[in-house]
């Protein structure tokens, strides 16, 4: 059958509103099994590489996957945590605590999260969440700077699912939040409760994610969004153009990738006499293997080699208030115009509608 089966129709039922907040994605656990096939579906993403599938067939299925999927597997084992994935429990509790947060602004809203590689996938999440009576769907990334790669993908995965839907909900988009005064200022909060702890380094170094640097060119959006983000965050921070640095990470392959690069770049400024530096990663709001593994663990590594006295990593903004109010009110801010600040009054009218739609119904032979 083309179509999934649709929930069984229930007469005056009321339609209800939910957020979906939606990471990347982690395996399920940190083995190469599954490390395999988190890595299968993530890197066959059209949206992620760009290579004709022909030739990266080959590159994945005998390269790609055979060697770095135990490499990885060893990776995520280093940051596993008793509950599992630290990605996906703190983006399990951002969720949780996004409804609540909306909750105290008067909204009546479900919250789900879902991964777009892994589970819960985002297939997996809208059909409950349809199965819940919810006719109307707020995608939230978790993603606050705009990429094809990431947050269009998400669009891709969405859209391929609603395919196989005969009766859709209505759907909207964020596309992104890199420059939201509550996004900046939760950061704000992070990095200064982390100086006033441990004092302010020698340079502050902003790591965002890598991205190939053809996409750049080809229009993607990114690299522009980053450079705001860290330029807002440091106006925020009362810093000069020679307090901090932008940097990318988490390369993949031999092509050229956005610069300049995160290791290089602090054992650079290590030789030429930093002797400590705090790294951040604002394009991240939940930590993860990128963050706890290879800033906080290999990039620090090469810059006490490199001679550098002291490093320390700022956590992702995670479950901070400054932030869950902050994720609220930009979730609050695309919700504007549907019925979610439902009050008792208008709640008890609608429950005595939903009695009489049901008892015409039933009186007219059930008839939908």
Partial sequence: MRFLKEPEYSHGKIAKTAVVLINLGTPDAPTTSAVRRYLKQFLWDRRVVE????VWWLLLHGIILPFRSGQSAKKYASIWTRDGSPLKIHTQKQAALLKGYLGERGHEVQ?????????????????????????????????????ATTTAS????????????????????VK??????????ALRVSVMDHWQSHGRPDKLVMSFHGLPKAFLLRGDAYHCECYKTARLLAEKLGLGKDDYVVTFQSRLGRAEWLQP????????????????????CPGFIADCLETLEEIAMEVKTDFLKAGGKEFNYIPCLNESPAWMRGLAEIAEQHLIGWPTMITASVREQQKQQALISRAEAKRMGGEP
Avoid: W
């Fill in 261 to 280: 690069y995160t290791a290089p770049t602090v054992a650079k400024l290590a030789k030429e006499g930093v002797k400590r530096i705090d790294v951040i």
């Fill in 176 to 185: 992104n939040y890199h420059d939201h005064d509550a996004y900046i200022q």
């Fill in 154 to 173: 998400n669009f891709d995965a969405v859209a391929q699912h609603y395919q196989q839907v005969r009766n859709m909900p209505e759907l909207r988009f």
């Fill in 111 to 147: 919250v789900a999260y879902a991964m777009r590689y892994g589970s819960p996938s985002i297939p997996e999440v809208l059909q409950k969440l349809k199965v819940d009576g919810c006719e109307r769907i707020l995608i939230l990334p978790a993603y606050p700077q705009y990429s």
């Fill in 51 to 54: 290579v004709p599938r022909p």
